[in-house]
Structures are given as C-alpha cells and as structure tokens.
C-alpha cells in the first residue's frame, strides 16, 4: 500500500478521503491458479489493461507504471506464500478535499491478495445455481459507464445481489434499461441455444468481461459458433443452458431462472465442455497458446527478506475458502 507491504490491520485510508463519499475507485479481480509449474495468474495483462481503462474514464493517473504494478502483484503473492489466490488491485482517490471534484485529491494505489474459494457456493460448478431476474435494471448508458470497473457500480450491484439473496436466490440477473438481458450482480452471461452460445453485447451494459472473452475464444476452438446479441428476458426460460461467465465465478452454470427449470436442471454438455477447456489451461494442463499465464516465481530475494510474513488475524470475508493474510503490497 503507497509503494510499501503493510500488515493486513494497518491498511487504513482516511474517513475524509473521496472514494469513501464518493465512491471514486477503480479496481480488478484477478486469479492466480496452482499449475504444475507453480503458481501462475491468469490473464494480468487483459486485467491491467482493463484497470488503465477504468482510470483513464475517470481521469485518474495511476502513480506507478504497468511495469511496477505488475511486479507489485508478483511480490505480494509471493510473500504471501500463496499457491493461488485472488488478486485485487485497487486505485482510489484518498484525501485532498471534500466535494465532488476529484482532481485535488491524490489517486491511491493497494494490492490486496486473499485465498477465494468457490463464489457462488462449492456445488455450483456442478449442480449449477438458481437465479432471478432483478427488478433492479443494470447501468444505464451514458450514465455511469459499464466499461469501468468502478466501486461505484458495484452500488447497482448490491442491490441485485441483496435482492436475490433476500429472495432465496444465489444470484440476480439485470436486464439493462432497454428491457434486454445484461449480467449478473458480478458475472456475464450466456446462453445455449440449438448449438450456439449467445452472450448480450457490450451496449447492454455488461463490463466486457475477461473470462467472457476466454469462453469466446474456448468455444471458437470447440468449434462452437458464438453471437453478441441482445437477449430479451424469456430467452433465458426457453434456453437450452445458462451460465455465468467471470473471475470469482468462473463458469457456474444456472440450473433455474425465476423457478423455472432451464433444460435439464444441471450442468449441460456445452458449459461441460466450456469448463473443462477453461480449467485446463488455467490450470496449466494444456497448451498456454495464447500467453494467458503468468508464472509467480516461488522463490525470490524478497520473500526470503520477509521469512517471517505470518498469517493475520483477518481477511477480507468469513466463507470457508476465504484464508487471511497480513500483508498488502503496492508498487515499489
Ligand atoms: N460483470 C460484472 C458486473 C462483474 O463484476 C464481473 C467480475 C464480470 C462481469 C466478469 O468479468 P471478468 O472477471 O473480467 O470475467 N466480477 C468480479 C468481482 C466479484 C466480486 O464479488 O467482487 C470478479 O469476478 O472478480
């Protein structure tokens, strides 16, 4: 945090500062996944990419360099000892002055890492989950921007998320102010339909997801045709499979959409076959074409220097596959 490791209870940031009345943060999730070659983390150039974007709409110039970030996320891990883990850079504007306008106050730089176990619940990946449809709608265009990744999305997303829970469902799905099918609370969606995956277009609101873009080039690969398509909402009924795309959830099949059962009640054979290609190369059992993974080096200068990096006394949630770590990183 600032430049330095900072024990897990010691990374405070100021009440006064402006993310905090206004929610001004841009942030990643990323995974790093255990491969036979040691750890390695899926994707950070496609995730560092996104966060650059989500900070140049909002006018935040990031004080480190992609260089510096990226090897900040490595020495993190690394004297984490972690194996895997979930990744979350986070820039946000700390304290300057109140009031809306940000450019007075500094833009902040954390590296948070953590053990995440499954997001929607261990059997999801399997037995799949069951869904509503929110009645919360999703971003609307030109208001706040779906393309960041910005804290303050994530308020549209707690109501679709709290929503559902509170109604019995894991899960909410939003439509986008057209009335047409848009994501998740956290997740891109997809459909099955006669052999063809469909997935709503980026003008449906949906953050262009990073796993969503994977499933596109997996399915190219399993010789699956693939459309960008604006869905209306009885599509997901009548589908053939659901399933949510992205880095907490992974592929996590929908079983029931608003109680209604989607094809057979489980797991179909595409999101099967989809899951299978995805965790083998993220787990490092096939071929890495396209250079998606980046090795965490085990042993290094650094993580020797802090032998004594100790697990803390809490993290950041309470869920079993959830471990707590003590320290954070920013760029040094
Ligand atoms: N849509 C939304 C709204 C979203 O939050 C995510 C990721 C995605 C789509 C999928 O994007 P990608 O991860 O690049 O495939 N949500 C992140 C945060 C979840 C959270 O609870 O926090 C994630 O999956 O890491």
């Known amino acids: 945090m600032n430049g330095t490791l900072v024990p897990w209870d010691e990374a405070r940031i100021h009440v006064g500062a402006h993310v905090i009345h206004y929610g001004s943060a841009v942030f990643e999730g990323i995974r790093c996944y255990t491969t036979p070659e040691g750890p390695a983390i899926f994707r950070l150039d496609a995730h560092m990419e996104r966060l650059f ?13 992609l260089e510096q970030l990226n090897e900040a996320i490595l020495e993190t891990i690394q004297v984490n000892r972690l194996q895997s883990c979930y990744i979350r850079p986070v820039a946000y504007r700390g304290f300057g002055q109140l009031g809306v306008n940000p450019l007075d106050c500094p833009v902040e730089v954390a590296i948070l ?12 990946l399997e037995q799949g989950v069951d869904v509503c449809v929110s009645s919360w709608n999703r971003l609307a265009p030109n208001t706040l921007p779906a393309m960041a990744k910005t804290a303050a999305n994530y308020m549209n997303s707690q109501l679709i998320k709290v929503d559902a829970v509170k ?14 099918v848009s994501e998740g609370s956290g997740e891109n969606l997809f459909i099955v339909s006669k052999g063809r995956l469909i997935t709503p277009p980026l003008v449906s609101s949906v953050l262009p997801g990073i796993t969503r873009d994977t499933v596109i080039t997996l399915a190219g690969r399993l010789g699956i045709p693939v459309d960008e398509k604006a869905l209306p909402r009885e599509a997901l009924y009548i589908a053939d499979e659901v399933f949510f795309t992205g880095t907490a959830a992974e592929i996590t099949p929908i079983r029931t959409v608003d109680r209604r059962t989607v094809g057979a009640g489980r797991r179909g054979p595409v999101a099967e076959a989809l899951q299978k290609a995805f965790f083998d190369l993220i ?12 090795p965490v080096p085990t042993t290094s200068a650094v993580a020797e220097a802090l032998g004594e990096a100790r697990p803390g006394p809490r993290g950041p949630g309470g869920d079993s596959g959830m471990h707590i770590y003590d320290l954070l990183k920013m760029a040094s």
């Not at 109604?167 to 047409?180: P, W």
């Not at 787990?283 to 980046?294: A, I, K, P, Q």
């Open 53 to 65: 974007n989500s900070a140049k709409v909002y006018w935040m110039e990031l004080p480190w360099s």
């Open 113 to 124: 890492v953590w053990e995440w176990g499954k997001y929607l619940g261990a059997e999801a």
């Open 167 to 180: 109604g019995g469902f894991v899960e909410g799905i939003a439509l986008d102010t057209q009335g047409f």
């Open 283 to 294: 787990e490092g059992r096939s071929e890495d074409e396209h250079g998606w993974l980046t």
